[in-house]
Protein backbone atom coordinates (compact mmCIF):
# COMPACT_ATOMS: atom_id res chain seq x y z
CA UNK A 1 0.00 0.00 0.00
CA UNK A 2 1.24 3.36 -1.07
CA UNK A 3 0.53 6.60 0.97
CA UNK A 4 1.11 10.10 -0.59
CA UNK A 5 0.62 12.95 2.11
CA UNK A 6 -0.49 15.82 0.19
CA UNK A 7 -1.61 18.37 2.19
CA UNK A 8 -2.09 21.47 0.63
CA UNK A 9 0.88 21.39 -1.84
CA UNK A 10 -1.18 22.41 -5.19
CA UNK A 11 2.40 23.08 -6.81
CA UNK A 12 3.27 19.51 -6.92
CA UNK A 13 0.59 16.79 -6.72
CA UNK A 14 0.15 16.41 -10.29
CA UNK A 15 3.58 15.12 -10.58
CA UNK A 16 3.95 13.31 -7.50
CA UNK A 17 0.77 11.27 -8.28
CA UNK A 18 1.83 10.65 -11.77
CA UNK A 19 5.45 8.96 -9.97
CA UNK A 20 3.62 6.87 -7.62
CA UNK A 21 0.83 5.09 -10.28
CA UNK A 22 3.82 4.60 -12.62
CA UNK A 23 5.42 2.32 -10.00
CA UNK A 24 6.66 -0.84 -11.43
CA UNK A 25 4.76 -3.43 -9.59
CA UNK A 26 1.49 -5.33 -10.26
CA UNK A 27 -1.40 -3.51 -10.12
CA UNK A 28 -3.09 -5.93 -8.41
CA UNK A 29 -1.24 -6.11 -5.73
CA UNK A 30 -1.02 -2.18 -4.20
CA UNK A 31 -3.17 0.08 -3.33
CA UNK A 32 -2.18 3.91 -3.70
CA UNK A 33 -4.29 6.55 -1.21
CA UNK A 34 -3.77 10.26 -1.91
CA UNK A 35 -4.62 12.16 1.60
CA UNK A 36 -5.35 15.53 1.22
CA UNK A 37 -5.61 17.78 4.19
CA UNK A 38 -6.29 21.08 2.37
CA UNK A 39 -9.09 23.51 3.00
CA UNK A 40 -9.52 24.88 -0.60
CA UNK A 41 -12.43 23.45 -2.37
CA UNK A 42 -10.83 24.27 -5.82
CA UNK A 43 -7.52 22.55 -4.60
CA UNK A 44 -9.68 19.30 -3.52
CA UNK A 45 -11.54 19.15 -7.08
CA UNK A 46 -8.27 19.60 -9.09
CA UNK A 47 -6.39 16.32 -7.30
CA UNK A 48 -10.04 14.67 -7.52
CA UNK A 49 -9.48 15.28 -11.10
CA UNK A 50 -6.52 13.66 -11.31
CA UNK A 51 -6.91 10.72 -9.15
CA UNK A 52 -10.25 9.64 -10.94
CA UNK A 53 -8.27 9.94 -14.19
CA UNK A 54 -5.71 7.41 -13.12
CA UNK A 55 -8.19 5.29 -11.75
CA UNK A 56 -9.59 5.08 -15.48
CA UNK A 57 -5.85 3.58 -16.55
CA UNK A 58 -6.57 0.98 -14.01
CA UNK A 59 -4.56 2.13 -11.62
CA UNK A 60 -6.36 0.96 -7.59
CA UNK A 61 -5.94 4.64 -6.26
CA UNK A 62 -8.00 6.48 -3.64
CA UNK A 63 -8.58 9.89 -2.69
CA UNK A 64 -9.28 10.30 0.74
CA UNK A 65 -10.29 13.85 3.12
CA UNK A 66 -10.70 14.33 6.41
CA UNK A 67 -13.56 15.90 7.49
CA UNK A 68 -12.00 16.83 11.46
CA UNK A 69 -8.92 17.59 10.47
CA UNK A 70 -6.72 17.30 14.17
CA UNK A 71 -3.09 15.96 14.51
CA UNK A 72 -1.19 17.15 11.06
CA UNK A 73 0.35 15.05 9.06
CA UNK A 74 0.17 12.19 12.13
CA UNK A 75 -3.39 12.34 12.49
CA UNK A 76 -3.79 12.06 8.56
CA UNK A 77 -1.92 9.09 8.65
CA UNK A 78 -3.56 7.70 11.69
CA UNK A 79 -7.06 8.24 9.69
CA UNK A 80 -5.48 6.36 6.63
CA UNK A 81 -3.90 3.63 8.37
CA UNK A 82 -7.32 3.35 10.16
CA UNK A 83 -9.29 2.01 7.31
CA UNK A 84 -10.53 -2.02 7.04
CA UNK A 85 -8.93 -2.66 3.39
CA UNK A 86 -5.82 -1.77 5.15
CA UNK A 87 -5.63 -5.31 6.73
CA UNK A 88 -4.96 -6.60 3.08
CA UNK A 89 -1.77 -5.59 2.67
CA UNK A 90 1.69 -6.31 4.57
CA UNK A 91 3.63 -2.77 4.18
CA UNK A 92 3.04 0.70 3.57
CA UNK A 93 5.13 3.16 1.23
CA UNK A 94 4.78 6.79 2.68
CA UNK A 95 5.40 9.82 0.07
CA UNK A 96 5.15 13.40 1.34
CA UNK A 97 3.44 15.89 -1.54
CA UNK A 98 6.92 16.89 -3.48
CA UNK A 99 8.83 13.36 -3.57
CA UNK A 100 8.77 11.68 -6.96
CA UNK A 101 9.86 7.57 -6.98
CA UNK A 102 11.60 6.03 -9.72
CA UNK A 103 9.35 3.32 -11.10
CA UNK A 104 11.89 0.30 -9.46
CA UNK A 105 10.93 2.19 -5.99
CA UNK A 106 9.19 -1.00 -4.54
CA UNK A 107 11.79 -3.16 -6.32
CA UNK A 108 15.07 -2.09 -5.10
CA UNK A 109 13.00 -1.64 -1.01
CA UNK A 110 10.28 -4.33 -0.29
CA UNK A 111 12.61 -7.53 -1.16
CA UNK A 112 14.38 -6.35 2.05
CA UNK A 113 11.91 -7.41 4.54
CA UNK A 114 11.85 -10.80 3.02
CA UNK A 115 13.98 -13.73 5.26
CA UNK A 116 14.12 -10.76 7.49
CA UNK A 117 11.12 -10.99 10.02
CA UNK A 118 12.13 -8.01 12.33
CA UNK A 119 12.69 -5.84 9.98
CA UNK A 120 10.32 -2.65 10.44
CA UNK A 121 11.56 -0.05 7.75
CA UNK A 122 12.98 0.30 4.80
CA UNK A 123 14.46 4.07 4.13
CA UNK A 124 15.86 5.65 0.69
CA UNK A 125 17.59 8.71 0.39
CA UNK A 126 16.56 12.44 -0.68
CA UNK A 127 17.75 13.45 -4.09
CA UNK A 128 17.46 17.23 -4.64
CA UNK A 129 16.08 18.32 -7.72
CA UNK A 130 16.88 21.98 -7.26
CA UNK A 131 19.85 21.81 -5.03
CA UNK A 132 21.67 24.29 -7.18
CA UNK A 133 18.68 27.12 -7.65
CA UNK A 134 20.29 29.50 -5.04
CA UNK A 135 22.96 29.86 -1.81
CA UNK A 136 20.37 28.64 0.50
CA UNK A 137 19.36 25.49 -1.39
CA UNK A 138 23.45 24.77 -2.00
CA UNK A 139 24.12 25.31 1.73
CA UNK A 140 21.11 22.98 2.50
CA UNK A 141 22.13 20.57 0.24
CA UNK A 142 25.41 20.43 2.53
CA UNK A 143 23.76 19.51 5.82
CA UNK A 144 21.55 16.99 4.39
CA UNK A 145 24.14 15.34 2.36
CA UNK A 146 25.72 14.73 5.78
CA UNK A 147 23.18 13.70 7.39
CA UNK A 148 21.91 10.57 4.64
CA UNK A 149 26.07 9.59 4.32
CA UNK A 150 27.33 10.04 7.31
CA UNK A 151 24.11 9.55 10.25
CA UNK A 152 21.95 7.64 8.42
CA UNK A 153 24.09 5.23 7.09
CA UNK A 154 26.59 4.71 9.84
CA UNK A 155 23.60 4.00 12.73
CA UNK A 156 21.73 1.62 9.72
CA UNK A 157 25.12 -0.47 9.30
CA UNK A 158 26.00 -0.83 13.21
CA UNK A 159 22.97 -0.05 15.13
CA UNK A 160 19.75 -0.97 12.72
CA UNK A 161 18.12 2.11 13.74
CA UNK A 162 18.11 6.06 12.46
CA UNK A 163 15.36 8.48 12.78
CA UNK A 164 12.57 8.15 9.92
CA UNK A 165 12.49 10.96 8.07
CA UNK A 166 8.84 10.86 7.04
CA UNK A 167 8.83 9.83 3.67
CA UNK A 168 10.37 8.00 1.10
CA UNK A 169 10.29 4.69 3.33
CA UNK A 170 8.86 1.34 3.58
CA UNK A 171 6.95 0.09 6.77
CA UNK A 172 6.01 -3.40 7.81
CA UNK A 173 2.48 -2.55 8.98
CA UNK A 174 2.80 -5.13 12.14
CA UNK A 175 5.53 -3.03 12.88
CA UNK A 176 3.60 0.28 13.21
CA UNK A 177 0.80 -1.69 14.82
CA UNK A 178 3.13 -2.93 17.42
CA UNK A 179 4.82 0.49 18.28
CA UNK A 180 1.21 2.10 18.92
CA UNK A 181 0.93 3.61 15.05
CA UNK A 182 1.25 7.22 14.19
CA UNK A 183 0.41 9.66 17.70
CA UNK A 184 -0.61 12.80 17.79
CA UNK A 185 1.95 14.09 20.33
CA UNK A 186 4.83 15.68 18.90
CA UNK A 187 5.28 17.56 15.68
CA UNK A 188 8.24 14.70 14.74
CA UNK A 189 5.75 12.15 14.27
CA UNK A 190 8.13 9.93 12.03
CA UNK A 191 10.99 10.58 14.63
CA UNK A 192 8.66 9.45 17.25
CA UNK A 193 7.39 6.20 15.87
CA UNK A 194 11.03 5.57 15.01
CA UNK A 195 11.85 5.25 18.43
CA UNK A 196 8.94 3.50 20.03
CA UNK A 197 9.86 0.79 16.80
CA UNK A 198 13.47 0.50 17.97
CA UNK A 199 12.57 0.20 21.84
CA UNK A 200 9.94 -2.71 20.48
CA UNK A 201 12.54 -4.53 18.69
CA UNK A 202 12.05 -3.46 15.20
CA UNK A 203 15.51 -3.22 13.08
CA UNK A 204 15.85 -0.53 10.05
CA UNK A 205 17.77 -0.50 6.98
CA UNK A 206 18.99 2.40 5.02
CA UNK A 207 19.39 2.30 1.48
CA UNK A 208 21.88 5.10 0.38
CA UNK A 209 22.17 4.16 -3.53
CA UNK A 210 18.05 4.54 -3.45
CA UNK A 211 17.47 7.74 -4.14
CA UNK A 212 14.14 9.51 -4.19
CA UNK A 213 13.66 13.12 -6.07
CA UNK A 214 12.36 15.88 -4.05
CA UNK A 215 13.23 19.68 -3.22
CA UNK A 216 14.70 21.45 -0.39
CA UNK A 217 13.24 24.94 0.57
CA UNK A 218 13.98 27.60 -1.33
CA UNK A 219 13.80 30.61 0.51
CA UNK A 220 14.34 31.47 3.99
CA UNK A 221 11.17 31.99 5.66
CA UNK A 222 10.36 28.51 4.80
CA UNK A 223 13.49 27.05 5.96
CA UNK A 224 13.46 28.99 9.16
CA UNK A 225 10.16 27.43 10.23
CA UNK A 226 11.23 24.25 8.98
CA UNK A 227 14.62 24.24 11.09
CA UNK A 228 12.31 25.14 14.24
CA UNK A 229 10.25 22.20 13.49
CA UNK A 230 12.82 19.64 13.21
CA UNK A 231 14.69 21.58 16.39
CA UNK A 232 11.75 21.64 19.09
CA UNK A 233 9.90 18.64 17.99
CA UNK A 234 12.75 16.39 19.25
CA UNK A 235 13.24 17.89 22.39
CA UNK A 236 9.69 17.86 22.93
CA UNK A 237 9.99 14.17 21.98
CA UNK A 238 12.76 13.70 24.05
CA UNK A 239 10.61 14.44 27.11
CA UNK A 240 7.96 12.21 26.38
CA UNK A 241 10.57 9.74 25.66
CA UNK A 242 12.75 9.53 27.95
CA UNK A 243 10.97 7.00 30.60
CA UNK A 244 9.89 4.68 28.46
CA UNK A 245 13.52 4.45 27.27
CA UNK A 246 14.62 4.37 30.51
CA UNK A 247 11.97 1.67 31.30
CA UNK A 248 12.90 -0.16 28.46
CA UNK A 249 14.48 -3.93 27.62
CA UNK A 250 17.14 -2.95 25.26
CA UNK A 251 20.65 -2.82 25.98
CA UNK A 252 22.13 -0.41 27.82
CA UNK A 253 24.04 1.00 25.32
CA UNK A 254 21.31 0.93 22.78
CA UNK A 255 19.98 3.00 25.56
CA UNK A 256 22.86 5.70 26.05
CA UNK A 257 23.18 5.84 22.20
CA UNK A 258 19.80 7.19 21.83
CA UNK A 259 19.62 9.36 24.47
CA UNK A 260 23.29 11.17 24.32
CA UNK A 261 23.62 10.76 20.53
CA UNK A 262 20.14 10.97 19.30
CA UNK A 263 18.61 12.90 21.09
CA UNK A 264 20.92 15.32 22.96
CA UNK A 265 24.19 15.33 21.21
CA UNK A 266 22.85 16.75 17.75
CA UNK A 267 19.64 18.67 18.83
CA UNK A 268 21.01 20.09 22.43
CA UNK A 269 24.70 20.33 22.96
CA UNK A 270 24.98 21.56 19.16
CA UNK A 271 22.83 24.32 18.85
CA UNK A 272 23.82 25.92 22.42
CA UNK A 273 27.75 25.10 21.80
CA UNK A 274 27.09 27.18 18.54
CA UNK A 275 24.69 30.02 20.37
CA UNK A 276 26.87 30.47 22.94
CA UNK A 277 30.19 30.87 21.75
CA UNK A 278 29.44 32.74 18.31
CA UNK A 279 26.52 34.69 19.70
CA UNK A 280 27.29 35.48 23.26
CA UNK A 281 30.83 35.25 23.98
CA UNK A 282 32.19 36.21 20.72
CA UNK A 283 30.51 39.25 20.24
CA UNK A 284 31.17 39.87 24.00
CA UNK A 285 34.59 40.04 23.18
CA UNK A 286 34.71 43.23 20.82
CA UNK A 287 33.87 45.22 23.93
CA UNK A 288 36.05 44.01 26.75
CA UNK A 289 39.50 44.37 24.68
CA UNK A 290 41.16 42.52 27.37
CA UNK A 291 39.42 39.31 26.21
CA UNK A 292 40.75 37.20 23.97
CA UNK A 293 40.36 33.77 22.18
CA UNK A 294 42.53 31.20 20.89
CA UNK A 295 42.73 31.03 17.58
CA UNK A 296 41.91 27.32 17.43
CA UNK A 297 38.40 28.41 18.91
CA UNK A 298 37.39 31.00 16.65
CA UNK A 299 38.69 29.51 13.63
CA UNK A 300 40.43 25.80 13.79
CA UNK A 301 37.42 23.98 15.68
CA UNK A 302 34.68 26.09 13.36
CA UNK A 303 36.56 25.18 10.08
CA UNK A 304 37.37 22.06 10.99
CA UNK A 305 34.01 20.72 11.68
CA UNK A 306 32.50 22.75 8.50
CA UNK A 307 34.90 21.01 6.59
CA UNK A 308 33.72 17.08 7.94
CA UNK A 309 30.41 18.25 7.11
CA UNK A 310 30.90 19.57 4.00
CA UNK A 311 33.16 15.97 2.99
CA UNK A 312 29.78 14.12 1.85
CA UNK A 313 29.01 17.02 -0.46
CA UNK A 314 32.44 17.72 -2.25
CA UNK A 315 31.25 19.80 -4.98
CA UNK A 316 30.25 22.03 -1.97
CA UNK A 317 33.72 23.13 -1.06
CA UNK A 318 33.88 26.78 -2.18
CA UNK A 319 30.64 27.34 -0.38
CA UNK A 320 32.19 26.50 3.01
CA UNK A 321 33.15 30.24 4.18
CA UNK A 322 29.25 31.11 3.68
CA UNK A 323 28.22 27.71 5.14
CA UNK A 324 30.28 28.49 8.40
CA UNK A 325 28.64 32.00 8.67
CA UNK A 326 25.50 30.56 8.00
CA UNK A 327 25.49 27.85 10.24
CA UNK A 328 26.42 30.25 13.12
CA UNK A 329 23.46 32.68 12.14
CA UNK A 330 20.84 29.87 12.25
CA UNK A 331 22.42 28.67 15.95
CA UNK A 332 19.78 31.39 17.12
CA UNK A 333 16.89 29.73 15.21
CA UNK A 334 18.18 26.24 16.08
CA UNK A 335 18.64 27.65 19.80
CA UNK A 336 15.12 28.93 20.48
CA UNK A 337 13.55 26.06 18.83
CA UNK A 338 15.49 23.91 21.08
CA UNK A 339 14.74 26.01 24.51
CA UNK A 340 10.72 25.70 22.65
CA UNK A 341 10.86 22.06 22.82
CA UNK A 342 12.61 21.39 25.84
CA UNK A 343 10.32 23.68 28.24
CA UNK A 344 7.37 22.77 26.00
CA UNK A 345 6.28 26.27 25.09
CA UNK A 346 3.67 28.02 22.34
CA UNK A 347 5.84 27.37 19.57
CA UNK A 348 6.82 23.80 19.91
CA UNK A 349 3.02 22.96 19.04
CA UNK A 350 3.10 24.55 15.71
CA UNK A 351 3.45 22.59 12.25
CA UNK A 352 3.41 24.46 9.41
CA UNK A 353 4.10 22.92 6.32
CA UNK A 354 7.19 23.69 4.28
CA UNK A 355 6.44 25.55 0.82
CA UNK A 356 7.87 23.91 -2.28
CA UNK A 357 8.01 25.48 -5.91
CA UNK A 358 6.93 22.10 -7.16
CA UNK A 359 10.06 22.02 -9.48
CA UNK A 360 10.81 18.36 -11.76
CA UNK A 361 13.92 17.17 -13.67
CA UNK A 362 13.53 16.98 -17.36
CA UNK A 363 12.41 13.66 -18.17
CA UNK A 364 9.51 14.84 -15.66
CA UNK A 365 8.44 18.00 -17.30
CA UNK A 366 8.17 16.85 -20.68
CA UNK A 367 6.53 13.33 -19.45
CA UNK A 368 3.88 16.68 -17.66
CA UNK A 369 3.50 17.66 -21.20
CA UNK A 370 2.46 14.46 -23.00
CA UNK A 371 0.01 13.54 -20.00
CA UNK A 372 -1.20 17.53 -20.51
CA UNK A 373 -1.81 16.93 -24.60
CA UNK A 374 -3.92 13.45 -23.64
CA UNK A 375 -5.56 15.07 -20.70
CA UNK A 376 -7.15 18.11 -23.45
CA UNK A 377 -8.31 15.75 -25.95
CA UNK A 378 -10.32 14.17 -23.13
CA UNK A 379 -13.48 16.31 -23.10
CA UNK A 380 -14.47 14.24 -20.26
CA UNK A 381 -12.12 12.89 -17.09
CA UNK A 382 -14.55 12.43 -14.40
CA UNK A 383 -16.60 9.64 -14.91
CA UNK A 384 -19.10 8.63 -12.21
CA UNK A 385 -18.48 12.33 -11.06
CA UNK A 386 -21.57 14.55 -10.11
CA UNK A 387 -22.64 17.02 -12.91
CA UNK A 388 -21.77 19.72 -10.13
CA UNK A 389 -18.58 18.90 -9.67
CA UNK A 390 -17.53 18.71 -13.43
CA UNK A 391 -18.92 22.49 -14.13
CA UNK A 392 -17.21 23.45 -11.09
CA UNK A 393 -13.98 21.81 -12.39
CA UNK A 394 -14.65 23.48 -16.06
CA UNK A 395 -14.78 27.12 -14.01
CA UNK A 396 -11.32 26.41 -12.52
CA UNK A 397 -9.74 25.41 -15.52
CA UNK A 398 -11.28 28.54 -17.50
CA UNK A 399 -9.94 30.63 -14.43
CA UNK A 400 -6.58 29.16 -14.79
CA UNK A 401 -6.37 30.06 -18.62
CA UNK A 402 -7.80 33.18 -18.45
CA UNK A 403 -5.76 34.51 -15.26
CA UNK A 404 -2.94 36.63 -15.55
CA UNK A 405 0.63 34.90 -15.25
CA UNK A 406 1.31 34.74 -11.22
CA UNK A 407 4.60 36.60 -10.04
CA UNK A 408 7.60 35.30 -9.14
CA UNK A 409 7.11 35.72 -4.49
CA UNK A 410 9.89 38.04 -3.19
CA UNK A 411 11.73 37.12 -0.57
CA UNK A 412 12.28 39.32 2.63
CA UNK A 413 15.86 40.39 3.57
CA UNK A 414 15.63 39.53 6.94
CA UNK A 415 18.23 42.07 8.41
CA UNK A 416 18.43 40.91 11.50
CA UNK A 417 20.26 37.66 10.20
CA UNK A 418 22.25 39.56 8.06
CA UNK A 419 23.38 41.44 11.19
CA UNK A 420 24.18 38.95 13.23
CA UNK A 421 26.48 37.79 10.54
CA UNK A 422 28.17 40.91 9.65
CA UNK A 423 28.61 41.20 13.98
CA UNK A 424 30.06 37.46 14.12
CA UNK A 425 32.19 38.27 11.48
CA UNK A 426 33.49 41.58 12.58
CA UNK A 427 34.37 40.02 16.11
CA UNK A 428 35.92 36.75 14.28
CA UNK A 429 38.16 39.82 12.43
CA UNK A 430 38.76 41.32 15.56
CA UNK A 431 39.75 38.53 17.57
CA UNK A 432 42.17 36.68 15.24
CA UNK A 433 43.88 40.16 14.69
CA UNK A 434 44.12 40.54 18.53
CA UNK A 435 45.61 37.09 18.54
CA UNK A 436 47.89 37.74 15.41
CA UNK A 437 47.41 34.36 14.14
CA UNK A 438 45.71 35.11 11.03
CA UNK A 439 46.95 36.11 7.53
CA UNK A 440 45.38 39.38 6.38
CA UNK A 441 44.31 37.41 2.79
CA UNK A 442 42.43 35.37 4.56
CA UNK A 443 40.57 38.37 6.42
CA UNK A 444 39.94 39.70 3.36
CA UNK A 445 38.85 36.60 1.66
CA UNK A 446 36.81 36.17 4.61
CA UNK A 447 35.33 39.58 4.10
CA UNK A 448 34.52 39.77 0.27
CA UNK A 449 32.75 35.92 1.44
CA UNK A 450 29.86 37.77 3.63
CA UNK A 451 30.04 40.27 1.29
CA UNK A 452 28.63 37.62 -1.58
CA UNK A 453 26.27 36.62 0.79
CA UNK A 454 24.82 39.77 0.97
CA UNK A 455 24.79 40.41 -2.24
CA UNK A 456 22.83 36.78 -2.93
CA UNK A 457 20.22 37.96 -0.95
CA UNK A 458 19.53 41.23 -1.99
CA UNK A 459 19.63 39.89 -5.77
CA UNK A 460 17.37 37.31 -4.86
CA UNK A 461 14.94 40.26 -3.39
CA UNK A 462 15.59 42.31 -6.45
CA UNK A 463 14.65 39.71 -9.02
Known amino acids: MVLMELLWLVQVYEQSISAVCQLDWPKDRFLIQVLDDSDDESIQYLIKAEVS ?46 FQPNPDFLKTTVPHFKDNPNLGLVQARWAFVN ?34 NGTAGVWRIKALEESGGWLERTTVEDMDIAVRAHLNGWKFIFLNDVKVLCEVPESYE ?16 FRLCLPAIIKSKIPTWKKGNLILLFFLLRKLILPFYSFT ?110 ESELSELT ?54 TFLLVGLDLIGEQMS
Not at 133 to 162: A, D, P
Not at 222 to 237: E, N, V
Not at 350 to 357: G, M, P
Open 53 to 98: EWRQKGINIVYRHRLVRTGYKAGNLKSAMGCDYVKDYEFVAIFDAD
Open 131 to 164: KNENLLTRLQNINLSFHFEVEQQVNGVFLSFFGF
Open 222 to 237: AYRKQQHRWHSGPMQL
Open 277 to 386: LFCIILPLTMFIPEAELPVWVICYVPVFMSFLNILPAPKSFPFIVPYLLFENTMSVTKFNAMVSGLFQLGSSYEWVVTKKAGRSSESDLLAAVERESKTMNQPQILRGAS
Open 395 to 448: QLKEQKESAPAAKKKVNKIYRKELMLAFLLLTASVRSLLAAQGVHFYFLLFQGV
